[in-house]
């Protein structure tokens, strides 16, 4: 799926000019947390996070008076002082996956969409790529998750599809991923069904292995 589908359009922005405290305050009237800044042409150069604004606000040990003459220093303090210049984007054609790796790899909550001319085309944040994600994994549907180890070969996910649909039971969706043991995936299928225990005894009966995915960690294998 691609970024395209599932980032939003309509993005709020401010320009590099506007002092910090009225930045501060489009965030709060629109309960957000990340604000492109951009110039001529609707290009491209920085975001102001929430993040930026408190670091830059003065310290709520201050007294009434030193925080009033903070607060007025700070009229004259731009968003192009405290933003990130030059931020990390993505393009329009990249992938949701492409996404979330970026996201891992630079720690950050959103990133703005530019075209191939840095002109800001939306912004994509860790919300739209959950909302995106229930969607691709049809978990707004009512249903189960199941967890099947199986030996990394051909002809696996078809034993199980065929198991499974022998009990007339539909998919919502199906993940594959690495376990513990070398040669050995898991796989976690999505069932629109609430008799599980039917379909467990079933998958037992035919051989399987079962997983619980309450104990699944992605970054640290559950124990035998």
């Given at each position: 799926?691609?970024?395209?589908?599932?980032?939003?359009q309509?993005v709020?922005?401010?320009?590099?000019?506007?002092?910090?405290?009225?930045a501060?305050?489009i965030?709060?009237?629109?309960?957000?947390?990340?604000?492109?800044?951009?110039?001529?042409?609707?290009?491209?150069?920085?975001?102001?996070?929430?993040?930026?604004?408190?670091?830059?606000?003065?310290?709520?040990?201050?007294s009434?008076?030193?925080?009033?003459?903070?607060?007025?220093?700070l009229?004259d303090v731009?968003?192009?002082?405290?933003?990130t210049?030059?931020p990390?984007?993505?393009?329009?054609s990249?992938?949701?996956?492409d996404?979330l790796?970026?996201?891992?790899?630079?720690?950050?909550?959103?990133?703005?969409?530019?075209?191939?001319?840095?002109?800001?085309?939306g912004?994509?944040?860790?919300?739209?790529l959950?909302?995106?994600?229930?969607?691709?994994?049809?978990?707004?549907?009512?249903?189960?998750?199941?967890?099947?180890?199986?030996?990394?070969?051909?002809?696996?996910?078809?034993?199980?599809v065929?198991?499974?649909?022998e009990?007339?039971?539909?998919?919502?969706s199906?993940?594959?991923?690495?376990?513990?043991?070398?040669?050995?995936?898991?796989?976690?299928p999505y069932?629109?069904?609430?008799?599980?225990?039917r379909?467990?005894?079933?998958?037992?009966?035919?051989?399987?292995t079962?997983l619980d995915?309450?104990?699944?960690?992605?970054?640290?294998?559950?124990?035998?």
């Amino acid at each position: 799926m691609f970024i395209d589908k599932s980032m939003v359009q309509d993005v709020i922005t401010v320009d590099p000019e506007m002092s910090i405290l009225a930045a501060r305050e489009i965030m709060v009237q629109h309960a957000i947390r990340h604000l492109p800044v951009v110039v001529e042409g609707n290009r491209l150069v920085g975001i102001l996070t929430d993040r930026d604004i408190r670091t830059a606000m003065p310290s709520a040990v201050l007294s009434t008076a030193e925080m009033s003459a903070a607060e007025q220093r700070l009229e004259d303090v731009k968003v192009r002082q405290i933003m990130t210049a030059k931020p990390v984007t993505i393009s329009p054609s990249q992938t949701l996956e492409d996404a979330l790796l970026l996201m891992e790899r630079h720690k950050v909550g959103a990133f703005p969409v530019v075209d191939e001319n840095g002109r800001l085309k939306g912004i994509i944040s860790v919300r739209d790529l959950m909302r995106a994600f229930i969607n691709v994994l049809g978990l707004g549907t009512p249903g189960v998750l199941i967890g099947i180890v199986v030996e990394e070969k051909l002809g696996q996910m078809k034993k199980i599809v065929d198991a499974i649909t022998e009990l007339n039971i539909s998919f919502g969706s199906i993940l594959v991923v690495r376990v513990w043991e070398e040669g050995k995936r898991a796989v976690f299928p999505y069932l629109l069904t609430s008799n599980i225990a039917r379909v467990k005894k079933h998958l037992r009966e035919k051989g399987f292995t079962l997983l619980d995915p309450m104990e699944w960690y992605l970054d640290q294998a559950p124990k035998k």
